[in-house]
């Protein structure tokens, strides 16, 4: 197999979607390897080792696509990447297609076999290609959270953990998954009062369990949501309902019974959001100000921390890259229900029912197209 690893372009991108060592592993299965010059760099990976790894290093853009047959990449798609795509290429990376109408009609328009990360599921009911960068965007949430509530951010000037005789700030999370867990995690750590809500009384119970009386568990309702948003310093966004666009869970009305400077971290982003307020915005500008309330809203968070994020990412992108060098996506697919709820886009068709329905369009079953 012939395979393509461009380097990132998204604003702040840093991470690359293969690195030397799983390189390694598809030049030794007798795959051949192009990555883009300086694909890597960002991540701690330069160039020398990736050919040390076997790749062939790609100066020439228009080659690096033409000539691939499998194109791994981190985040979705930008426009001109778009335009680069045609009905041989199969892609595999992030796409969130719910909350990006024109990518989606550009990847439907590219006749080309486009697997997401995010909906590829597993046998726990997880999904292991999105937890690595949950993991990270959901401990950075906190942190993110943290410098915005500083004066000099439009924040209301206040320390997370207080001090002896100042009472520590209100962290709530919304959706207690792997990013609301690990927001959860990191706000404890800094000594935060942490409540985390969501619909799952499952998911509940183990966080009640897990942290033993240390954080606040709530069942999220709308009364519980308009309590989150009047006493909380933070309120992290981390709620999603897989391949849809998130629900708008704090609206611009309860903006206003916030306090001024506190924060919205909309880690949801990538799926619409779940704030009504929020809008996608980058590393190089993180946030803007509502109603006195600041949003921090970036889309590829785990960008900024390349080097972990990239590690984290290739571990559990690796058996699922090797699957598709080794079988193709047909046959990769095939062999794995989990693997096949991947499959979002195949030669104009949409694969994906919540991704079909956000745009009012009917969806392919997948099985249809593994004869
Ligand atoms: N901005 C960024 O850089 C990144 C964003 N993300 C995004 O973060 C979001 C969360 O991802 P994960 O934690 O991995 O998902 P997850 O599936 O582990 O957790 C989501 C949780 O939300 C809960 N939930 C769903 N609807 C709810 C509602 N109406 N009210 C309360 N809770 C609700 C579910 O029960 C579940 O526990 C996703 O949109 C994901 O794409 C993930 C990584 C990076
Ligand atoms: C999950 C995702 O969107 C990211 O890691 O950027
Ligand atoms: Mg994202």
Redesign the pocket.
């Known amino acids: 197999m012939k395979i393509a690893v461009p380097k990132e372009i998204k604003n702040h991108e840093y991470r690359v979607a293969l690195t030397p060592s799983v390189v390694r592993e598809l030049v030794a299965r007798g795959h051949r390897v192009a990555v883009q010059a300086s694909a890597g760099e960002g991540a701690g990976f330069p160039d020398a080792e990736y050919e040390a790894a076997g790749a062939h290093i790609e100066q020439d853009l228009d080659a690096l696509w033409d000539n691939a047959e499998l194109i791994v990449k981190v985040k979705e798609p930008q426009p001109e990447e778009v335009k680069r795509l045609k009905p041989s290429h199969t892609l595999f990376t992030y796409l969130?297609l719910a909350a990006e109408e024109s990518l989606t009609r550009g990847l439907m328009d590219s006749e080309a076999t486009c697997i997401a990360y995010?909906t590829i599921t597993d046998e726990e009911g997880g999904?292991p290609l999105?937890?690595p960068?949950?993991r990270v965007?959901?401990r950075m949430a906190v942190q993110a959270g943290a410098h915005s509530l500083e004066k000099a951010q439009g924040g209301a000037g206040i320390l997370i953990p207080g001090v002896p005789g100042v009472a520590p700030a209100k962290v709530t999370v919304?959706?207690?998954?792997?990013?609301?867990e690990n927001a959860a995690r990191m706000a404890l750590g800094l000594g935060a009062d942490v409540t985390v809500?969501?619909?799952?009384l499952e998911?509940l119970e183990v966080l009640d369990h897990r942290y033993q009386g240390r954080l606040n568990t709530v069942y999220?309702t709308a009364d519980a949501l308009e309590t989150a948003a009047r006493e909380s310093d933070i309120v992290v966004g981390?709620?999603?309902?897989?391949g849809a666009q998130?629900?708008k869970?704090i609206t611009r009305k309860m903006l206003g019974d916030m306090r001024p400077g506190s924060v919205l971290v909309d880690?949801?982003?990538?799926?619409g959001g779940c704030f009504e307020t929020s809008r996608a915005t980058t590393h190089a500008d993180p946030t803007y100000v509502v109603d006195g309330v600041v949003h921090y809203c970036?889309?590829?968070?785990?960008g900024a921390v390349a080097r972990t994020s990239t590690q984290a990412l290739t571990n559990a992108t690796l058996p699922f890259v090797l699957a598709l060098a080794d079988k193709g996506w047909q046959g990769a697919l095939a062999e794995d229900p989990h693997f096949l709820k991947g499959l979002n886009v195949h030669a104009g068709h949409i694969t994906h029912p919540a991704v079909a329905q956000a745009f009012g369009l009917e969806a392919v079953d997948p099985k249809s197209l593994m004869a």
């Open positions: 969130h995010e999904l999105l937890a960068m949950s965007a959901g919304i959706g207690g998954g792997v990013v609301g809500l969501d619909k799952s998911r999220s981390a709620v999603l309902v897989p998130a629900p869970l880690v949801a982003i990538d799926q970036v889309a590829n968070m785990p």
